[in-house]
């Protein structure tokens, strides 16, 4: 997901300000003596700009992936995926497979050998309990965590030694490796969050000033801001990391971000790059540094909220499942919107080479790609659908009506450029067919928080239309499509922390998923998973613009970045050095 901050004037902050103290920041607590000292290799600082501001360092209470960028500096899974989709070891000494005895035979259970001798950035050892306490936070419903649907499959998690974790599935479960694997898969440290696990989750210190097994640990943070790094004098790896400082500053947006890096070389690495095509190869051609273009799971998308947002239950819950919307529940109506939205033009003005105009919402690995959909922009059919469905303009104002309702929109979205001018070519489109479009634009600090009293976050979706970027973070997609379920409906129940926020159920959908959530044959499976991409593209339930790339700017004198679409780009960040 993408947040926007607002720079001074759209210009790069100097750089020297990070170093000032400031009174509201939160500072790390005093560790254990080091045992080990920071590599005599190692240069003073690596710089880092994140227009959009961190404002958590839990990744399993964060809502965008600037919150999971900056956690993941300092937490780690197991294991993770490479570009190419191969394991890779973290925490964990080896991969479990059924010749080792890791993947139980009936699918039930899975166990992971631990690395013996980790330690917590504050000198406590890295234990299999510490596996099962994670488990124990991201599963109780009063913490809220984000990161839910990863673990639901789960049964228990059993400690059967200091570095042995055993995983028991409620069914014979082909998604084995979800759990504690990749971007959602940080290991929490359970002296750290013992006394946080319920409902005061969000009031844990840890939630500011992270204890990690990563290769930096957190000196100060300052929410929406400032996040400083220094090694990590405890980590495991030698003569590892190469930066004995890390400064991630975030704020501005993303065009100065690129200009930081690519022109000025003011930074070293510059994240998320959501600028116009030829601006980009512009910047580029001053030398600099390069862009890193790849192509992921990540689909720029309108949500359609099928709740009312004008109406309120008595709780003073607006977009609530008590109240359908007064018109996208006729699935007429969101086939016009989506005939009216031209995805070639967005595409082609604003994304170029790093964008692929898409109908599917599943769009990686290429083999869950369906075959099976098409887009089509066509303004005659929105139009004929809209009038045989009885919205009509009977009062003369151009705005489409029936039975007093105005057809009238909000689309929200965060601050951008490129979503803003996305924006406006949606309202072009929409207007021409009888639709009143109001745009909202909203900052990325507030839209992507994961604040459940802020009324203008994507969770809480107090509007008609949202647009944002999202996908799946591991090669097995089936988390991610949890998320259409009728279940996952973010609401104030569940504090709204779940991620389903265009209030979407369907039935027919939910037996899909049950039925691909315990099929252990790959083919079947991969067949259960594009009926339900297509079945979600035939129902309209959201609106799929752009297959985004993952573009970063990196400098020309930072090597050993080696980004991946299955985890976030900072989780190789102790390879991370000067050329």
Request: glycine share 8%; charged share 20%; aromatic share 10%.
């Amino acid at each position: 997901m993408i947040i926007c901050h607002k720079f001074c004037q759209g210009q790069i902050l100097a750089w020297s300000l990070l170093n000032i103290l400031l009174l509201s920041a939160c500072t790390a607590p005093k560790t254990e003596s080091p045992t080990t000292s920071t590599p005599a290799g190692a240069t003073e600082t690596l710089r880092l700009l994140y227009w959009q501001a961190p404002t958590i360092l839990n990744p399993h209470l964060a809502r965008g992936n600037k919150d999971f960028e900056a956690s993941r500096i300092v937490y780690e899974p197991l294991a993770s995926y490479d570009k190419d989709g191969k394991f890779i070891l973290i925490l964990a000494a080896e991969i479990p497979t059924q010749a080792n005895g890791g993947i139980a035979k009936d699918g039930k259970s899975v166990t992971w050998k631990l690395k013996p001798g980790v330690k917590w950035s504050d000198g406590q050892p890295f234990t299999a309990k510490d596996v099962v306490f994670t488990y124990q936070f991201v599963a109780n419903s009063r913490v809220g965590a984000t990161t839910l649907a990863n673990y639901q499959s789960i049964k228990n998690v059993e400690a059967i030694d200091d570095y042995t974790v055993k995983i028991n599935f409620l069914n014979p479960n082909p998604a084995w490796s979800l759990p504690f694997v990749g971007l959602n898969g940080a290991i929490l440290p359970r002296h750290i969050f013992e006394k946080y696990n319920g409902s005061n989750a969000r009031e844990a210190p840890g939630n500011l000033v992270p204890v990690g097994t990563g290769a930096y640990q957190v000196v100060e943070f300052k929410p929406g801001d400032t996040v400083i790094y220094a090694a990590n004098p405890l980590f495991r790896e030698p003569n590892k990391p190469f930066f004995k400082r890390i400064e991630l500053k975030g704020g501005g947006d993303a065009t100065s971000a690129a200009r930081a890096v690519l022109q000025t070389g003011d930074v070293d690495f510059a994240w998320n790059l959501q600028v116009e095509a030829p601006i980009l190869k512009q910047l580029e051609g001053a030398g600099k540094g390069k862009l890193d273009i790849s192509f992921g799971s990540f689909v720029e998308r309108i949500d359609i909220n099928h709740t009312d947002p004008n109406k309120q239950t008595k709780e003073g819950e607006r977009s609530s499942i008590e109240f359908p919307h007064p018109f996208f529940q006729d699935l007429s109506v969101r086939q016009a919107f989506n005939y009216a939205i031209d995805r070639d033009t967005i595409n082609q003005q604003l994304y170029g080479s790093t964008g692929r105009p898409v109908a599917n919402i599943l769009v990686a690995p290429d083999i869950y790609n369906s075959p099976n959909t098409k887009y089509e922009f066509n303004l005659k059919k929105a139009t004929d659908l809209l009038e045989q469905a009885g919205w009509r303009d009977t009062n003369g104002n151009s705005i489409r009506d029936k039975n007093g309702v105005e057809m009238n929109v909000i689309l929200q979205t965060s601050v951008n450029p490129v979503r803003q001018k996305t924006q406006e070519i949606i309202k072009q489109g929409l207007t021409s067919i009888g639709v009143g479009v109001e745009l909202k634009s909203i900052d990325g600090s507030i839209f992507f928080s994961g604040d459940p009293a802020n009324p203008d976050t994507i969770s809480r979706f107090q509007a008609d239309l949202e647009m944002f970027s999202t996908g799946s973070f591991h090669p097995d997609p089936g988390a991610y499509l949890k998320g259409f379920t009728c279940g996952e409906i973010a609401q104030k129940k569940n504090n709204w922390s779940k991620s389903n926020y265009s209030r979407y159920c369907n039935p027919e959908y939910d037996k899909l998923w049950q039925q691909s959530n315990t099929e252990l044959n790959p083919e079947k499976r991969r067949q259960l998973f594009i009926q339900m991409n297509d079945l979600l593209f035939k129902d309209v339930a959201i609106i799929p613009l752009v297959a985004r790339a993952d573009v970063n700017g990196i400098s020309n004198r930072l090597i050993g970045v080696n980004s991946t679409p299955w985890d976030t780009d900072t989780w190789n960040i102790q390879d991370w050095q000067r050329q």
